[in-house]
């Protein structure tokens, strides 16, 4: 049951530098990049913010705080975390998925 899906864990640095620029251009061009994925408004209910709410989703380039690592936050991920995780709209993917899976392990615990 485990397809492999391409997680964003270790891109390609062109497509790590396409996220990035998509980390760069108007909102409003979201819509017309290849990963944009829908967002429902609806799920985004539980946010309160003076901003926007997300029309979409694309994929978005991060640099881990721990590591440095470049990875790909990708817009099924981001769906995921803000419309089913009701994620806060101000909360972005800052550490790469070996940062969070040891800091899971490690600390332990907690909140
Ligand atoms: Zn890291």
């Not at 998509?22 to 901003?51: F, K």
């Amino acid at each position: 049951m485990t397809t492999p899906r391409d997680t964003g864990r270790n891109p390609t640095i062109r497509e790590w530098a396409e996220a990035d620029r998509m980390n760069h251009v108007p909102p409003s061009v979201d819509r017309l990049h290849p990963s944009a994925i829908p967002a429902d408004q609806a799920r985004l209910a539980h946010i309160n913010t003076y901003g926007l709410l997300p029309e979409f989703y694309v994929d978005r380039a991060f640099t881990c705080r721990r590591c440095g690592k470049r990875e790909i936050w990708r817009a099924v991920d981001q769906k995921w975390y803000y419309e089913e995780a009701k994620g806060h709209i101000d909360a972005k993917a800052v550490e790469c998925h070996e940062c969070r899976a040891s800091k899971k392990t490690g600390e332990g615990g907690g909140a």
